[in-house]
DNA sequence: GTCTATAACTCGATAGAC
DNA sequence: GTCTATCGAGTTATAGAC
């Protein structure tokens, strides 16, 4: 019964904890804590419900390891980006590019975070947020220097920076809605979010560029 | 039980019904459908639990009354400026004026909106959402004509109009998030958010203007 | 390790007194 | 209309055989 001992092949490890971690990780995203039902999973990873209790001895314990999962999966490609040292504009570029990736990999995985968040607080400030969140103080400064010097229009940087998270996270959350305003099928929307790219960082510079 | 009969002045009616009708709206909108209980419904209205079932029958169809009052209180304001035919820049500014200033008022609805339709899709769209959505089509004309013209730059209506919608609700919707990231308290966080109508304005302004 | 069976509990819903 | 008491379905969790 030992649910912290991870095999470094997390990819393609088929073991039957695994296989229940899997299973766990598409129902706890799609519906949350509350929806997902143990009975549901144990269908899902083809085994028994006893076994998710003998590997992972609680729901709420398979929740923390799943949603934890998810939440260290995503921050190190982020804080990388956000916190490095390259010239303001390549920043931007990169963290547009790397952030919708990950979104588009993950689609609901934003929504995930956002709700169970919401949700469950406590829980999830103190047993599933890591210690060290990506810390946008250098972003900040260089938005600051290059409004300075003039290389940019004057903005304040806190709500650049959430003004570009907006426009990468959102359109995925909001994706059903989107499709019924917008009078879209599947693979339009499809067709229509892999533009975003493009278009947002376009969008960004467009913004920031000096009268 | 005559759960129908809504008295004309909602809002100061603190009948035992609208009472829980309050209750359910605000964990409702909380926890969503998986997640409130009858019971915390029941202790927040100050009322018996057996009432509930009294007035509303059952619990699905408390949350139907709940969440379409909620979809379709929004939706006509929204409607009304998005198929006006103001010009397209003063329409932009009513736009965001008006919908910053709803999401503000009920900062809970646009996440319990997307996060509810993402696990209940049938339940939401069959007998929730009203049979007329706000058209956008207006609105897109209006962006092609301008761009035709060259008052603004080159974009995607659509595009557009999404950038527009995400600068607007997202804060509001992973304000949890942003107040960690940005290390703010609660009351940093709401006179941030305060300044968010300006601030997105004029972002969009600058972004569309011609080269 | 995996399964069947079942205990223990949560929660929506109902019965019936007042 | 409102309450107490309780039922019954659905769920998490455990016991125990293999």
Chains 1, 2 share one sequence.
Not at 14 to 26: N, V
Request: hydrophobic residues 45%.
């Amino acid at each position: 019964m030992r649910a912290t001992e991870m095999t470094p092949n997390d990819k393609t490890n088929d073991s039957t904890e695994q296989k229940i971690f899997d299973a766990a990780h598409e129902l706890f995203v799609q519906k949350g804590l509350d929806g997902a039902k143990m009975q549901e999973i144990a269908d899902r990873a083809g085994i028994n419900k006893a076994l998710l209790h003998y590997y992972y001895r609680t729901k709420d314990k398979l929740y923390e390891m799943v949603a934890k999962s998810i939440i260290h999966q995503g921050i190190p490609i982020i804080q990388k980006t956000i916190e490095s040292d390259l010239p303001l504009e390549e920043k931007i570029i990169k963290f547009v590019d790397f952030y919708i990736d990950l979104i588009r990999r993950n689609p609901f995985i934003p929504l995930f975070i956002i709700s169970e968040m919401n949700k469950h607080p406590e829980q999830f400030i103190e047993k599933i947020l890591p210690a060290r969140l990506p810390r946008p103080e250098i972003f900040l400064k260089q938005v600051e220097d290059a409004v300075a010097a003039g290389t940019i229009r004057p903005v304040n940087p806190q709500h650049l920076l959430l003004n570009i998270i907006s426009l990468c996270v959102f359109p995925f959350v909001a994706r059903p809605i989107m499709q019924m305003v917008l009078g879209m099928q599947k693979t339009e929307a499809d067709q229509f979010l892999k533009q975003r790219k493009t278009e947002v960082t376009e969008f960004i510079f467009a913004a920031l560029r000096p009268r």
